[in-house]
């Protein structure tokens, strides 16, 4: 038990689109990603996405619509939801979901989500 600083978690992180777990919170991954350009195109089965922007914007797009998320703010993503985060410029991002979910919504496409 101790406090984790988000700032220097992110510090470390050196590529986009790629979580590193951070933290476990009941058999859940906390996460830092940093967001830039679009990822695709994507859904997760059996969990909600949870997304918590802790600096910059990124748009959230949801099949028919697109939502504008900026630090501060937390997004949800229903499970079964088609959904595709995109940030115009470097954004930092926490994460929680189940551990060992893919990304991706594949596994064979998912990042290996390091702890750092």
Known sequence: MKPINLADKLDLVTTHWDPHVIAQYNDNDVMVVKFRGEFPFHL??????????????????????????????????????????R??????????????????????TASSKPRI
Do not use: Q, W, Y
């Open 44 to 85: 997760h089965e059996d969990t909600d996405d949870f997304f918590l922007v802790l600096e910059g914007a990124m748009t959230m797009d949801i099949e028919d619509s697109s939502h504008t998320v900026r630090a501060g703010e937390v997004f949800i993503v229903p499970r079964g939801v088609t959904h595709r985060p």
């Open 87 to 108: 940030a115009d410029t470097e954004c930092k991002v926490l994460l929680i979901e189940p551990a060992g979910t893919p990304n991706t919504g594949d596994a064979a």
